[in-house]
């Protein structure tokens, strides 16, 4: 495998300011800090203030002053990789300050992920770690109480979640309150085995008197905020999309160009780009469905047979797992034959905390802490599972684990001799594109096991066509809920609890549901020129080890590595 030049960066400048770049990502947010395992920041939380916006903008404009004085005629390939993933994420960090979300956000945008999910992903290696832990809690107050704050001005500014989102975050706020002080999801931390049960048990019970003293008082007045100031105006479900609120137009350009990797494209380009994928799938959706359901005579009599018959459901939570399971070993074995560079980590399944599954995704992925004080892990939404569809099982498992995200993220964690904010700063174009690509390589090493299972692959990439469209739709175009669920419905086989949850997300999350295909298009685009001009000198696997051996690089650096590729080994 000719690799690109590996040796040490030399630029002196470009070592600074990537060191710096990752300090800075570690002081702001801490969360994501103490999720990695820096002890410094145990005792630390986020801060929303206009002083704070205002320190973090001139942070980032001064990183880009820097960024710009380095020379890039005088870069290694491998230096002019990190100069590019430098200007993204400083790019991506001036639009987010731009944006200003944080006024509006609610259901998957919102702020419950403090309460239900971050502490279940926190290792707490040793007392003091624990110690520092309870002095992070007592910050929850200020914390919420500046949420409330931020939120009433987006409100004055008529920039408002829809209602539909504001009652998911009411929902899970109230189920957590509703929860027992002895079961706070607060206290679910992943304590050392070193660390004294004795130790644990005192550490719970202060904790506890923080929470009921302190912290829940003030989720509940964040909580009666929402009801009382911001259910009354919140969007309806005519007016789901970011359009509708002031400077929403801009602010969804924005976003649809961070996440779709191309800087200049269009909500009608990418529009349009959805609707010719879906149109793609059909012939296929027919051609396997006749397999599973004899009789069928359209593409559309297939996708109601998977929408509607039993057999096409899970039994139970447990059968889902262990599908999970059983799927992603199986995936392990031909890896050889299509990588040389594999992950360290194990990957292991888990099913979503059950105090956030009512309004979670169906499945995700948290990479594992390069010290392996946490694996790589396969989160699996077990919520009301006779009603999930069990023909993703497959697919599903091959996109978020193996060949997918345990890959390409667990890499990206374990990559040596990289400036260390590269290991997590991430275009998500690329991660997704590979995620959604994994689905369609684990068809090529053979990996589904029967008809069903492939139904669920083209259900997937249909799935996923549907977002650009729907996206797009709702964000750009002015759709309505209705009109978008509708057509997701009638283009894929998603079942209609996932179809309402997957859709909110979307209004939530503006942008973010178009990076999968679009990434997937263009890893697939860039492995057909590679096919075409490299013959039979083509080898899948160094094809594959070069999208992945820089970690979760923006599109157009992963082209111009792949036009390296092909002259290094056209040779």
């Given at each position: 495998f000719l690799k690109q030049e590996e040796l040490p960066m030399s630029d002196n400048q470009l070592i600074g300011l990537a060191e710096d770049f990752f300090q800075n990502s570690l002081d702001s947010p801490p969360t994501s800090a103490i999720m990695r395992g820096h002890k410094k920041y145990f005792d630390q939380i986020e801060e929303l203030t206009e002083d704070q916006f205002q320190k973090e903008k001139e942070i980032v404009d001064t990183f880009i002053q820097r960024l710009n004085a380095i020379k890039k005629d005088n870069l290694t390939s491998r230096e002019k990789v990190t100069h590019g993933m430098l200007e993204f994420a400083l790019n991506s960090n001036k639009d987010s300050l731009l944006d200003r979300s944080w006024e509006f956000g609610a259901g998957v945008s919102g702020f419950t992920g403090f309460l239900i999910d971050y502490n279940q992903q926190m290792f707490v290696p040793d007392s003091e770690s624990a110690d520092m832990l309870l002095k992070r809690l007592e910050l929850y107050k200020r914390l919420y109480t500046q949420i409330a704050e931020v939120q009433k001005i987006g409100l004055e500014n008529n920039r408002v979640a829809t209602e539909r989102n504001l009652l998911r975050t009411i929902d899970q706020l109230e189920n957590y309150l509703g929860s027992s002080l002895e079961e706070d999801p607060l206290l679910l931390i992943n304590f050392s085995p070193e660390i004294s049960e004795t130790f644990i048990s005192d550490w719970k019970e202060k904790a506890k008197k923080i929470i009921d003293s302190n912290i829940r008082p003030t989720v509940l007045a964040y909580l009666e905020q929402l009801k009382s100031d911001h259910i009354p105006k919140g969007r309806s479900d005519e007016h789901s999309g970011i359009m509708w609120i002031d400077g929403g137009e801009e602010t969804y350009l924005r976003a649809l160009r961070k996440y779709t990797g191309h800087k200049n494209i269009t909500v009608e380009e990418v529009h349009e780009v959805g609707l010719s994928e879906i149109e793609r799938l059909k012939k296929e959706f027919f051609?396997?469905?006749?397999?599973?359901?004899?009789?069928?005579?359209?593409?559309?009599?297939?996708?109601?047979?998977?929408?509607?018959?039993?057999?096409?459901?899970?039994?139970?939570?447990?059968?889902?797992?262990?599908?999970?399971?059983?799927?992603?070993?199986?995936?392990?074995?031909?890896?050889?034959?299509?990588?040389?560079?594999?992950?360290?980590?194990?990957?292991?399944?888990?099913?979503?905390?059950?105090?956030?599954?009512?309004?979670?995704?169906?499945?995700?992925?948290?990479?594992?802490?390069?010290?392996?004080?946490?694996?790589?892990?396969?989160?699996?939404?077990?919520?009301?599972?006779?009603?999930?569809?069990?023909?993703?099982?497959?697919?599903?498992?091959?996109?978020?684990?193996?060949?997918?995200?345990?890959?390409?993220?667990?890499?990206?964690?374990?990559?040596?001799?990289?400036?260390?904010?590269?290991?997590?700063?991430?275009?998500?174009?690329?991660?997704?594109?590979?995620?959604?690509?994994?689905?369609?390589?684990?068809?090529?090493?053979?990996?589904?096991?029967?008809?069903?299972?492939?139904?669920?692959?083209?259900?997937?990439?249909?799935?996923?066509?549907?977002?650009?469209?729907?996206?797009?739709?709702?964000?750009?175009?002015?759709?309505?809920?209705?009109?978008?669920?509708?057509?997701?419905?009638s283009n894929s086989p998603i079942e209609e609890i996932n179809a309402e949850i997957e859709t909110d997300r979307y209004i939530a999350w503006p942008g973010q549901a178009c990076s999968y295909k679009m990434g997937q298009l263009k890893i697939e685009e860039l492995r057909r020129k590679a096919e075409n001009e490299l013959g039979d000198k083509f080898d899948i696997r160094y094809f594959h080890d070069e999208v992945l051996c820089d970690g979760g690089i923006t599109l157009p650096i992963l082209e111009n590595k792949i036009k390296d590729f092909i002259q290094r080994h056209i040779v």
């Open positions: 051609e396997i469905g006749e397999n599973v359901f004899p009789g069928v005579s359209t593409p559309e009599e297939v996708l109601q047979k998977m929408q509607t018959e039993p057999s096409m459901r899970y039994e139970s939570k447990e059968q889902m797992l262990q599908l999970a399971v059983d799927t992603i070993e199986r995936a392990y074995k031909p890896l050889d034959q299509w990588f040389t560079v594999f992950p360290k980590s194990p990957c292991k399944v888990l099913p979503v905390p059950a105090e956030s599954e009512q309004h979670a995704p169906p499945a995700y992925y948290y990479p594992p802490l390069p010290d392996g004080s946490r694996d790589g892990t396969y989160f699996l939404n077990t919520y009301k599972a006779e009603t999930k569809s069990i023909f993703e099982a497959e697919s599903v498992a091959f996109h978020e684990a193996i060949p997918g995200h345990h890959l390409d993220r667990t890499i990206a964690v374990e990559l040596q001799d990289v400036p260390e904010f590269q290991k997590y700063v991430a275009s998500t174009a690329f991660v997704e594109g590979w995620g959604l690509y994994s689905e369609q390589l684990a068809n090529e090493m053979g990996l589904y096991s029967n008809d069903v299972q492939q139904l669920g692959r083209l259900g997937n990439d249909a799935w996923r066509a549907c977002r650009l469209v729907l996206d797009t739709g709702m964000h750009g175009m002015g759709w309505s809920r209705d009109k978008a669920i509708e057509f997701f419905r």
